[in-house]
């Protein structure tokens, strides 16, 4: 196998002990340690295709949104700061911090289980209020990230989401 493309990268002493170690015993230099590594990644990650379909209607934009949900019964200092991370005219993508007095559920068809979001776009003076019903919801150490749809959005979030997608 010929080699054209050099790739370097940093990594931890052990890591680099360690494949120091392995191209040792296997009297090989580290290049082709991982090289064999990468491969084989590559090779197991093909024997096990993600089978899940693209489920996505319409494209999404990647952002870094400050914005605040809350329920509709809530009272507006009661919304929490959430950050979108990313926006497409059929719905949103956001964190919300872990501890953060919400009851997320993911796919719940009750209208207690959708909230509303207020956010500004780039380039847009007004903020943007849209109701979202939880859809796909992923927690992780610090955070949980929820995929939401878009719940009857007005004209005016609609016509500003689509303004920002064609940007």
Same mark, same amino acid.
Not at 45 to 61: D, G, M, Q, Y
Not at 63 to 73: C, N, Q, W
């Given at each position: 196998?010929?080699?054209?493309?050099?790739?370097?990268?940093?990594?931890?002493?052990?890591?680099?002990?360690?494949?120091?170690?392995?191209?040792?015993?296997?009297?090989?230099?580290?290049?082709?340690?991982?090289?064999?590594?990468?491969?084989?990644?590559?090779?197991?990650?093909?024997?096990?295709?993600?089978?899940?379909?693209?489920?996505?209607?319409?494209?999404?934009?990647?952002?870094?949104?400050?914005?605040?949900?809350? *329920?509709?019964?809530?009272?507006?200092?009661? #919304?929490?700061? /959430?950050?979108? =991370?990313?926006?497409?005219?059929?719905? @949103? !993508?956001?964190?919300?911090?872990?501890?953060?007095?919400?009851?997320?559920?993911? *796919?719940?068809?009750?209208?207690?289980?959708? #909230?509303?979001? /207020?956010?500004? =776009?780039?380039?847009?003076?007004?903020? @943007? !209020?849209?109701?979202?019903?939880?859809?796909?919801?992923?927690?992780?150490?610090? *955070?949980?990230?929820?995929?939401?749809?878009?719940?009857?959005?007005?004209?005016?979030?609609?016509?500003?989401?689509?303004?920002?997608?064609?940007?």
């Amino acid at each position: 196998m010929d080699k054209e493309t050099t790739v370097c990268f940093q990594t931890t002493s052990e890591i680099s002990n360690a494949l120091d170690k392995i191209a040792e015993d296997k009297k090989l230099n580290v290049s082709d340690v991982v090289d064999i590594i990468v491969n084989t990644h590559i090779k197991e990650s093909e024997e096990f295709p993600v089978t899940k379909k693209n489920c996505r209607r319409f494209e999404r934009k990647k952002v870094d949104l400050p914005a605040y949900i809350g *329920d509709p019964r809530w009272q507006r200092h009661d #919304f929490r700061a /959430i950050n979108i =991370l990313d926006i497409s005219i059929g719905g @949103i !993508k956001f964190t919300v911090p872990k501890g953060t007095k919400l009851e997320i559920q993911k *796919d719940s068809d009750s209208d207690t289980d959708k #909230f509303i979001i /207020i956010f500004r =776009l780039p380039s847009y003076n007004w903020p @943007i !209020k849209v109701q979202i019903a939880p859809q796909r919801v992923c927690e992780s150490p610090e *955070d949980v990230q929820v995929g939401a749809d878009l719940v009857n959005p007005d004209f005016h979030a609609y016509s500003a989401i689509q303004q920002y997608m064609s940007n």
